[in-house]
């Protein structure tokens, strides 16, 4: 079985503050507060035009911006919600062509195979049009990737790690330290590492999973997600705007529940079980777990037809390979990859799509 990528050190490339220009350093997660570089962050960024890039499917990427703004509020000059996919980084890569002169924070981003060469050909374009690059970020990067990225970068954070989401590492290096931003980076925290939450704060974030994930089956997801953002950088996540899109979640989700349950399958490899299901719009970590407590299975395995993308979970058992291994990514126990279009009504399409993601577990388990 694959090991856990949990627990590894963090990389940093600081060619901003420090005089080892080009040094990856690896350091423990815990240690970055002690850094203390928020001062010299802070002081950096006052005076500067700032655009952030984050990811648009999760409170994580929301999250991480909306520190930003909460932090530097009049310096905004424009945000780009983006996922890891090819086609929508190849549309960053246009839509963000123009910006110069400012501070473009990046965060929540991973890379893989398939987004690399045109990540780097965006990094170097923003160098050349005079921009600070800084990418904060906790995703598995192999080390190749990161001396090639991180060349082209001021500042970076990255790989996977038992303590960091996005939304904590911007925090610690950018922001002002507040009771209400702390309240907030511990719940996207709970969340984004799947750790036990209670009461009313797991009800809130699992609320901002799913308004999130309305706002990106809809139209003019970037425009809410921006809207949204305006209103979690001031700490407010209960109002009407927020209200209407958990409502119009719950409303799909019913039907599609009783498709995801219909569609249920499971297969076992070596002594996994996998339970794979289809259906359409649900929240990703939804589905995932739904699928797992209604099977007892290891991985779940779930195809938003919407999107043609499988989404993983795992309880114990490592799924981000299986992910990789189809040009996805993610974390060790939530990640996703996107597939052919499947016609999910048709019970043929489904089974040949079980049979390849069961050939694939053999190769990966
Ligand atoms: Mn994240």
Same mark, same amino acid.
């Given at each position: 079985?694959?090991?856990?990528?949990?627990?590894?050190?963090?990389?940093?490339?600081?060619?901003?503050?420090? /005089?080892?220009?080009?040094?990856?350093?690896?350091?423990?997660?815990?240690?970055?507060?002690?850094?203390?570089? !928020? +001062?010299?962050?802070?002081?950096?960024?006052?005076?500067?035009?700032?655009?952030?890039?984050?990811?648009?499917? =999760?409170?994580? @990427?929301?999250?991480?911006?909306?520190?930003? *703004? /909460?932090?530097?509020?009049?310096?905004?000059? &424009?945000? !780009? !919600?983006?996922?890891?996919?090819?086609?929508?980084?190849?549309?960053?890569?246009?839509?963000?062509?123009?910006?110069?002169?400012?501070?473009?924070?990046?965060?929540?981003? @991973?890379?893989?195979?398939? /987004?690399?060469?045109?990540?780097? /050909?965006?990094?170097?374009?923003?160098?050349?049009?005079?921009?600070?690059?800084?990418?904060? $970020?906790?995703?598995?990067?192999?080390?190749?990737?990161?001396?090639?990225?991180?060349?082209?970068?001021?500042?970076?954070?990255?790989? *996977?790690?038992?303590?960091?989401?996005?939304?904590?590492?911007?925090?610690?290096?950018? @922001?002002?330290?507040?009771?209400?931003?702390?309240?907030?980076?511990?719940?996207?925290?709970? @969340?984004?590492?799947?750790?036990?939450?209670?009461?009313?704060?797991?009800?809130?974030?699992?609320?901002?999973?799913?308004?999130?994930?309305?706002?990106?089956?809809?139209?003019?997801?970037?425009?809410?997600?921006?809207?949204?953002?305006?209103?979690?950088? =001031?700490?407010?996540?209960?109002?009407? !705007?927020?209200?209407?899109?958990?409502?119009?979640?719950?409303?799909?989700?019913?039907?599609?529940?009783?498709?995801?349950?219909?569609?249920?399958?499971?297969?076992?490899?070596?002594?996994?079980?996998?339970?794979?299901?289809?259906?359409?719009?649900?929240?990703?970590?939804?589905?995932?777990?739904?699928?797992?407590?209604?099977?007892?299975? $290891?991985?779940?395995?779930?195809?938003?037809?919407?999107?043609?993308?499988?989404?993983?979970?795992?309880?114990?058992?490592?799924?981000?390979?299986?992910?990789?291994?189809?040009?996805?990514?993610?974390? +060790?126990?939530?990640? &996703?990859?996107?597939?052919?279009?499947?016609?999910?009504?048709?019970?043929?399409?489904?089974?040949?799509?079980?049979?390849?993601?069961?050939?694939?577990?053999?190769?990966?388990?």
């Amino acid at each position: 079985m694959a090991k856990l990528g949990r627990n590894k050190l963090i990389y940093i490339a600081d060619n901003l503050f420090s /005089s080892r220009r080009n040094k990856i350093m690896k350091i423990r997660p815990e240690k970055l507060k002690a850094l203390n570089l !928020f +001062p010299k962050f802070h002081s950096l960024l006052e005076n500067k035009k700032i655009n952030c890039i984050t990811h648009m499917k =999760d409170f994580d @990427g929301i999250g991480s911006a909306s520190i930003v *703004e /909460s932090n530097y509020r009049k310096n905004i000059n &424009a945000m !780009f !919600f983006t996922d890891y996919r090819k086609q929508e980084i190849a549309d960053l890569v246009e839509k963000t062509k123009m910006l110069n002169n400012s501070a473009i924070i990046i965060s929540d981003i @991973g890379i893989n195979k398939d /987004s690399l060469s045109g990540i780097l /050909s965006m990094l170097r374009n923003f160098k050349r049009n005079n921009n600070i690059v800084i990418w904060l $970020d906790h995703h598995e990067w192999d080390i190749g990737s990161v001396r090639k990225i991180a060349k082209t970068l001021d500042f970076l954070v990255c790989n *996977e790690n038992e303590i960091n989401c996005a939304t904590n590492i911007v925090y610690t290096l950018l @922001g002002k330290k507040t009771k209400k931003a702390e309240k907030l980076v511990h719940m996207v925290m709970l @969340g984004d590492l799947h750790k036990q939450a209670k009461g009313i704060t797991e009800k809130i974030i699992q609320k901002m999973g799913y308004v999130i994930s309305q706002i990106c089956f809809q139209k003019n997801t970037a425009e809410n997600l921006r809207e949204l953002v305006g209103y979690v950088s =001031d700490y407010k996540l209960e109002n009407g !705007f927020i209200n209407k899109l958990y409502e119009n979640y719950l409303k799909d989700a019913k039907m599609n529940t009783i498709l995801l349950r219909k569609n249920m399958a499971e297969f076992i490899v070596k002594n996994k079980k996998f339970a794979v299901s289809f259906s359409k719009n649900l929240q990703s970590s939804f589905a995932g777990y739904f699928l797992l407590d209604h099977t007892g299975a $290891d991985v779940s395995i779930f195809y938003n037809s919407s999107t043609s993308t499988f989404h993983l979970r795992g309880r114990n058992t490592e799924c981000a390979s299986f992910a990789k291994y189809f040009h996805g990514g993610g974390h +060790p126990f939530a990640a &996703a990859f996107e597939y052919q279009k499947i016609n999910i009504t048709k019970k043929v399409e489904r089974e040949n799509a079980i049979k390849a993601l069961e050939n694939a577990a053999k190769k990966i388990y």
